[in-house]
């Protein structure tokens, strides 16, 4: 279990950072599991996603150059290549079955499907009227081919679900009103994610 941490070490250089932390399966954080993420992604790492070798982490960045999805292997401890992604404010990236990831932006209201070469494959956009605004949030149905997407609305209280079809855009549910505060994080029963597929030898030798 990986999970991205706020830290402040203060004295004598404070500063804010955000470590990437590993834990065992009792919640335990693993002997020597701490890595500072990269100066670059320090401000920005809000969300993440593991591969299916149990050591790849997706995690949104500002570059130099723009923004782009980071791609850290935590089990050789090294930063991989970048994935450029257009401008915009990313809350949510998701690993898809086929190599690929989804990058979800609260601005503009949209979601890119990416190869696993960076390549952009479809954009799925969402309404613009007074009623909708970006995307806060996704997640996969279990068989891994449709996801969900939570729509912020300009009332902070409420928010909206639909269901997308990645193959082609549609809609194939909702949108159904949430009520509450505004959603940050989402997670679906059963989720299709990479990390619980069958170990390969890599992810074995990660545990």
Excluded at 83 to 88: H, M, Q, S, T
Excluded at 159 to 168: K, Q
């Amino acid at each position: 279990m990986y999970a991205l941490w706020f830290v402040d070490y203060g004295f004598p250089n404070p500063q804010p950072v955000i470590e990437l932390r590993r834990f065992d399966r009792w919640g335990m954080q693993i002997s020597g599991g701490s890595v500072p993420m990269r100066g670059a992604i320090r401000k920005t790492a809000l969300t993440m996603d593991v591969g299916g070798d149990d050591c790849t982490v997706l995690s949104p960045m500002t570059t130099g150059s723009g923004k782009a999805v980071g791609r850290y292997d935590f089990c050789g401890r090294g930063d991989l290549a970048e994935i450029p992604v257009p401008d915009g404010i990313v809350r949510s990236v998701r690993f898809l079955p086929d190599g690929g990831i989804l990058v979800a932006y609260s601005s503009p209201a949209c979601v890119l499907r990416l190869d696993a070469a960076g390549k952009l494959v479809r954009e799925y956009r969402f309404p613009t009227d007074p009623g909708f605004g970006g995307v806060d949030a996704i997640a996969l149905d279990p068989a891994g081919l449709s996801f969900y997407a939570v729509l912020s609305s300009p009332c902070y209280y409420i928010a909206w679900l639909v269901r997308v079809r990645i193959d082609n855009g549609v809609w194939i549910g909702g949108p159904s009103q949430i009520r509450g505060n505004a959603v940050i994080s989402m997670a679906v029963a059963g989720e299709w994610r990479a990390m619980s597929q069958p170990a390969t030898p890599r992810r074995r030798a990660a545990r």
